[in-house]
């Protein structure tokens, strides 16, 4: 068993909780410390009253007691004062200088060290509420062995592949048997755009910049759609 009290001063209420089976209530000062003080209450002596938990072997039961000390302006007990060791309740309020007090005991909680395996699932119970409610309206779970295995249908997917052919000139016979000869001096170069305009810009700013002709060009594109792009193989002539 332990003390629980509730000290109210100045509309103001606080708890206190001890396991000791003795509290010294009063104020502390620098000098010496009480259990249970009641500062900044300056109507309360330093030493005002003691409360003891004893054991009443009549009914098996630990009991709370209050013992005045003698003090200055008294201990009152549901308004009569204190003279002689008095049993208090949980209901009954002790009144010291401005403060109000009220004790009980209580069951020291235990630690989930010393709890049996009952009380320890009755424990997690609290902290998660009672579901059992909700569990009966809710639909029944299917387990992953009730559910029969398919396997999932391959979406098959067609890739269209379309040729395209960037405009280009014509080669002369003359440049074409000068391909054919080998006398022709000729640059390969890919490219990639994701529009048919923007790979004839790559294609036209690489030739000017090099001082070369796109003389054949050959194009693939490559999806559709926000996906699409193209691919281009495109011959050079040298400029001479």
């Not at 629980?4 to 100045?10: H, M, N, S």
């Not at 999932?152 to 269209?160: D, L, R």
């Not at 910049?209 to 699409?228: F, L, P």
């Amino acid at each position: 068993m332990m003390f629980q009290i509730e000290i109210t001063f100045d509309d103001e209420t606080r708890e206190f909780e001890s396991e000791k089976p003795e509290l010294v209530v009063g104020r502390s000062t620098p000098v010496e410390e009480v259990d249970v003080d009641l500062n900044p209450d300056s109507m309360v002596s330093r030493k005002h009253f003691i409360l003891k938990m004893e054991y009443n072997m009549a009914t098996a039961k630990n009991e709370a007691w209050i013992h005045d000390q003698g003090s200055s302006r008294g201990t009152e007990l549901n308004g009569e004062r204190v003279t002689d060791p008095v049993k208090i309740d949980k209901e009954d309020v002790i009144c010291v200088g401005q403060s109000k007090l009220r004790v009980q005991l209580v069951k020291k909680p235990k630690e989930k060290s010393e709890m049996s395996f009952q009380e320890k699932v009755a424990e997690r119970k609290k902290g998660f509420g009672d579901t059992s409610a909700a569990e009966k309206d809710s639909p029944p779970v299917r387990r992953k062995k009730d559910i029969p295995e398919t396997e999932p249908e391959e979406e098959e997917i067609e890739e269209e592949v379309e040729e395209i052919s960037l405009p280009k000139d014509e080669v002369s016979p003359t440049a074409m048997a000068s391909l054919l000869s080998g006398d022709l001096k000729t640059e390969c170069a890919g490219f990639v755009a994701f529009s048919i305009e923007d790979l004839a810009s790559a294609v036209n700013r690489y030739g000017r910049e090099n001082q070369m002709q796109a003389i054949s060009a050959s194009v693939v594109q490559e999806d559709k759609g926000t996906r699409a792009s193209f691919r281009a193989l495109v011959v050079f002539k040298l400029n001479s």
